[in-house]
């Protein structure tokens, strides 16, 4: 992508392996829906969120950031910016819920996040607050420590209305979860996936994906997965982006089509870069996904067959989750449900060097922050060279601070 800044001037920024794939992800357009917009149009994208009239996509996929405290200091985290305000209170958390109901509907899967939400005491009673608001996903965001170290807080969380884990996992090397995270959690994490299973919480794992440190892992964590479907309901790959804190050196950036060779080269072929799709409620360059049918060593993408005619014909917009393969996958299976696999999902998400306002106001993963309204992941986390973010923590006017 060509850039032209009027202080720095001209720079070039690598985008994809390769131009064909490139535009045929590019040019694979999906009905969009809008939903209502909660701020007015005053300067221009990406300063009005949101959402803004301009937004042209609804929130599939809310967040609520109930802290910004953590238990780990991770080399690579887009959270930090030396900034923790306080945490939002329990009365500021009922109402972020409550404008996630009023605006995006009861039926979306809510992400608690933070920081680390479990060194919340008082993360329970923010599970129930959101039951009470009706929503019946809750997803929990986490670096897996406490609920590793502690069946008995998973058991808690569960109670009060957590229905899946979004596990932070990079992969089973030892040295890349240390590389990443500073020290060597892994055995605690694979504790935390085991507790999940003796609890029935679904996880999903969540992979940031360093070039140079764990993007040879990718084949590992799939095989696993797929050995492990009581579990593991997902696996999202996410190749890191360079915003917040990033302190790994000379960082490349990794698109959906070089994480989806990738793919390919770890599992011999099994899985083809041409077995990745676009996902049809977010613009098409932010996520490529597959839908792997069958378990163990035994497996297909259901992509494979896939004619793009059948893929438009059986998406729906209007999905309250946002129609992605699992919705696809149900409707095309003869018996009308979804047969045994793996939802393989591939986002790539924007930084300051590869930020594209395109696709920031396609987006449908917002956080929404404590003043009630909702900011595009990738925007709300945008920080400059020197690591200052365009939107603070919380959002506009928290804790009494203005944007930075
Ligand atoms: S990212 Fe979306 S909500 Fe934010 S300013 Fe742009 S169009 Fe508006």
Known sequence: MGKVCPDHGEFEVYLWPDAERYRWFSDFAFPTVAREPQTDRKEDCPHDCGLCPGHKRRITLPEIEVTWRCNLDCPVCFM??????????????????????????????????GGEPTVKAD???????GRETGFEVMELNTNGLAIG??????????????????????????????KLRGRDVLATKMQAIENCREEGIPVILAVTIVQGVNETEI???????????????????????????????????????DVARLLSDQSDGRILPSDIWPVGCIHPLCSGSTYLVGEGDNYEPFTRGLDEASYRSNFDETSPQGSVFLDVVSEMSPSGELPQGLPLLIMEYMDA??????????????????????????????TDIHGKRLYPHGGKGANGRDRH
């Open 80 to 113: 930090f910016d030396g900034d923790r305000p306080p945490d939002p209170s329990l009365e500021q958390v009922r109402r972020m819920f409550e404008t996630i109901r009023a605006y995006d509907g009861p039926d979306v899967p809510v992400q608690i996040t």
């Open 123 to 129: 993360l329970p009673e923010i599970l129930r607050i």
């Open 149 to 178: 170290w502690d069946i008995e807080c998973l058991r808690n969380f569960a109670e009060a209305g957590l229905t899946n884990v979004y596990l932070q996992f990079d992969g089973l090397d030892p040295e890349a979860t240390r």
């Open 219 to 257: 084949g590992e964590i799939v095989r696993f997965a797929m050995h492990n479907l009581d579990v593991i309901h997902g696996v999202a790959l996410q190749p890191a982006f360079v915003s917040g804190r990033f302190d790994v050196p000379n960082p490349r950036h990794l698109s959906v089509g």
């Open 353 to 382: 060097w590869t930020m594209d306002l395109e696709r920031a106001r396609e987006c449908n993963l917002a956080v929404t922050v404590m003043d009630g309204t909702a900011i595009p992941f990738c925007v709300y986390h945008l």
